[in-house]
């Protein structure tokens, strides 16, 4: 998983990462500044990784956590990125 914009292939030539391994990529930086309005790409990238280990941790399970530890508006809008983030991974096949 790479906070990257751009595609996984683009990752793989410039790291020479071999076809046996799968890439994800998400711009998390991005997110969380259309959302977070900072920097602070934690949540989206852990979006990102529930979508990378699909089935080892549900996307429904951290968003309840995550409730439960940011209240109010930053709550929503940390479930907002890492939401986004979830959607908008590419991997490679």
Known sequence: MINFRGKPIDVRSKLNIDRGVKVFVVD????????????????????????????????????EVTMSRFKGELGFKNVEAIKRAYEEVIFDE
């Not at 969380?32 to 990238?45: K, S, W």
């Open 28 to 63: 998390a930086k991005r997110i969380a500044l259309d959302i977070l309005g900072r920097p602070i790409y934690n949540t989206p990238m852990l979006g990102a990784t529930i979508r990378a280990v699909e089935g080892l941790v549900s996307l429904k399970s951290v968003i």
